[in-house]
């Protein structure tokens, strides 16, 4: 893909951004954060094609680094975000 | 660019798939009936991109990528299950240094073995657009793994939440900020591994710098900063790996968090780079001193018992206080003993409530508050005035009223909660000499219709649970 195909995914997608956050309700801004803290561990792409090639063996290393390192965040922020989220309930109605 | 006319059109479409679960994941957050949905489809997406990545390249060693999963993922179940409600903020500033990181380590990576990343010519040298693309991204990524970890310190109280001014910083930050520009310029002429490595270096030194003389209530500003260098840092990255998942994603967390700092600075009525430029608050004590003497009235927990009981309405107005003495659950007990009395109990919550945006409806939830009486400012603030007791508790400058009236005073402008109009007002808080975050008394203290608990909050909580019997 050439730059400015690219370019023309993020722009749309910043505008994307945009509207999908502000309908976001502000009672939920901490697992937003938890949230977007995981999918941006989706760097992991480029921590897994690092450490599958073995021409550079430095690279390779600092690749499985950057894959231990965003499997935290990954495991970890999907996790914390579904504990969360299970925690919001709406008002019992016990009624006589 | 021989990798881009050997990638499978369905790759291509796997990681915009992706992208496209991301975006739902976010999507679902509007509700919290759909928010579970969302973020099971935000697994999804990730999962599609991780097996994608691995089914389209050679794997030299598969079980060592597998052990490094195994080690991270472990770490991060084990920390999501554990960690207390209340740390959360530490947390989350936890996640964004790892991210952070991560893009400064798959920098490194793809600055070291560019072939594997289908970015380089023949003769080894990197693409030019790339090596910008790069630069970008291990900077912001050194940028926002450094400040996260010192807002983590401070947080987490391993480090003061004082501004910490050093003299001259404007001119050192703007310097430093200049020369990471001028060097990922001149990157571009000359790949040579110093060029490379002081750009990660300088950047690491002025995330450091950055976020130090930041106060600790300027933390929810901070940490949204942080989370939207993030997702810019994992924007940049898919730039340089030609990857619409990372960008789509990275575009998505860079807006998200940049939304929520304009969130908290309008809920503060401060510029973001008033924020920015940091040591709010740091010059508080000694004009305050002649307040303190001002007469104030004080109850007991029996007084509070006795008329919150009377009230028909009841809001509660938590704070970081009630973060800090871990009172959510003592006043869901509170809560419930007055609606057993038949008295409305609602919430009202400020958007910069707590040390990071939305933590304090996340500590209700915790206690099992149904978040249909949970409100926020807006919702509620014309119903003060038909309320008959506001029950602050660890809040302060969100209910100060000079920041209606007095033009000399600091947090002049910024939107408070209304509690002055209930018929009463009942403050906890541990002691009359402490100030809020900005440094200013709250003339609320003194007013006829308040009553100061003084006391632990928690402890007050449970000893008004005790007299309502």
């Known amino acids: 893909m050439d730059f400015i195909s690219i370019l023309s995914i993020f722009v749309l997608a910043c505008f994307v951004g945009y509207y999908v956050v502000w309908s976001v309700t502000p009672a939920l801004h901490t697992p937003l954060m938890s949230v977007t803290n995981a999918i941006s561990s989706v760097i992991v792409v480029g921590a897994l094609i690092a450490s599958a090639s073995a021409a550079v063996p430095g690279s390779k290393w600092l690749g499985l680094v950057a894959v231990a390192l965003a499997s935290v965040n990954i495991f970890g922020g999907f996790a914390v975000t579904q504990r969360m989220l299970s925690m919001y309930k709406k008002k019992e109605r016990k009624d006589g | 660019m021989a990798e881009a006319a050997a990638t499978p059109a369905w790759v291509l479409l796997a990681y915009l798939i992706a992208g496209v679960c991301f975006i739902l994941a976010l999507r679902g957050l509007s509700n919290p009936e759909s928010s579970r949905r969302g973020n099971i489809t935000g697994m999804i997406g990730m999962t599609i991109a991780i097996v994608t990545t691995l089914a389209t390249h050679q794997i030299a060693s598969l079980p060592e990528i597998f052990g490094a999963m195994v080690i991270g993922g472990g770490v991060g179940l084990v920390t999501a299950r554990k960690i207390q409600m209340t740390a959360m903020p530490q947390l989350v500033a936890a996640f964004h240094s790892l991210v952070g990181m991560a893009a400064v380590l798959v920098g490194a990576a793809a600055y070291l073995n560019p072939e594997a990343f289908g970015i380089a010519d023949m003769v080894g040298h990197i693409h030019q657009v790339s090596r910008i693309e790069m630069g970008l ?108 998942a990372m960008v789509i994603t990275g575009a998505l967390v860079g807006s998200s968090g940049a939304i929520l700092s304009y969130i908290m600075c309008r809920a503060m009525n401060r510029s973001f780079l008033s924020v920015i430029a940091g040591g709010f608050g740091a010059v508080s004590s000694g004009a305050d001193a002649a307040a303190i003497d001002r007469p104030y009235k004080r109850g007991s927990a029996e007084d509070a018992a006795f008329l919150m009981k009377q009230a028909d309405q009841v ?35 400020h958007p910069v409530a707590g040390r990071m945006p939305g933590h304090m409806n996340v500590l209700l939830a915790e206690a099992n508050v149904p978040y249909d009486e949970v409100f926020e400012l807006d919702d509620i603030n014309s119903e003060f005035a038909q309320t008959d007791v506001a029950f602050v508790i660890g809040a302060n400058d969100v ?14 402008g910024m939107p408070v909660l209304d509690v002055e109009k209930a018929r009463t007002v009942l403050f906890v808080k541990r002691s009359m000499g402490g100030v809020g975050y900005a440094g200013v008394d709250n003339e609320l203290f003194y007013r006829d219709n308040t009553m100061m608990l003084l006391s632990d909050a928690k402890k007050m909580v449970e000893e008004i649970v005790k007299a309502l019997g």
Do not use: C
């Open chain 2, 137 to 244: 991204g291990v900077a912001i990524g050194a940028i926002t793994f450094s400040g996260s970890v010192i807002a983590f310190l401070k947080l987490n109280g391993n480090m003061s939440g004082k501004p910490i001014l050093l003299p001259l910083r404007h001119p050192i930050n703007l310097g430093i900020l200049v020369a990471i520009l001028g060097l990922i310029a001149y990157f571009v002429t000359d790949q040579g591994p110093w060029v490379f490595f002081t750009i990660v270096g300088l950047s690491f030194a002025i995330g450091f710098l950055l976020i130090i003389p930041i106060g600790g209530a300027d933390m929810p500003v901070v940490i949204s900063m942080l989370n939207s260098y993030s997702g810019w840092a994992a924007a940049a990255m898919g730039f340089t790996l030609h990857n619409t």
């Open chain 2, 315 to 349: 809001i509660i107005v938590p704070g970081y206080g009630m973060a800090v003495s871990q009172a959510q659950h003592a006043l869901k007990e509170m809560a419930d003993k007055l609606k057993a009395e038949g008295v409305r109990v609602k919430y009202a919550i």
């Open chain 2, 399 to 412: 209910t100060n009223p000079a920041a209606k009236t007095d033009k000399s005073s600091p947090i002049y």
